[in-house]
């Protein structure tokens, strides 16, 4: 088993930044992948930005270009999103995950451990 725990969510103004944490624990892989993906109010969860962990290759929405940056540490077995330029339809619940392997996957599916989530609110 993975643990997945998200931190660093909050409430923030628009054109404002945030910075995601998800820590993760447990069983480890060779190779894996970790995503940040986002469930907007009345919405499905969507993909926002991978990261594959031994090479550090990115994959991003469209939504979320030059805006969001993923990174790992990966002594501290940590993935980060630094989140620029906030809008207000960036407000949702951000989730950490990961799965085996190097492909950035943006489907959700593909991925297999899952963390709680951690809620971003962006006010106008």
């Known amino acids: 088993q993975v643990q997945l725990v998200e931190s660093g969510g909050g409430l923030v103004q628009a054109g404002g930044f945030l910075r995601l944490s998800c820590a993760a624990s447990?069983?480890?892989?060779?190779?894996?992948?970790m995503a940040w993906f986002r469930r907007a109010p009345g919405k499905e969860r969507e993909f926002v930005a991978a990261i594959s962990w031994t090479g550090g290759s990115t994959n991003y929405a469209d939504s979320v270009k030059g805006r969001f940056t993923i990174s790992r540490d990966v002594a501290k077995n940590t993935v980060y999103l630094q989140m620029n330029s906030l809008k207000p339809e960036d407000t949702a619940v951000f989730y950490c995950?990961?799965?085996?392997?190097?492909?950035?996957?943006?489907?959700?599916?593909?991925?297999?451990?899952w963390g709680q989530g951690t809620q971003v609110t962006v006010s106008s």
């Open positions: 995950a990961v799965r085996s392997g190097t492909n950035l996957y943006a489907r959700s599916s593909a991925y297999d451990y």
């Open positions: 447990g069983r480890t892989f060779s190779s894996y992948t």
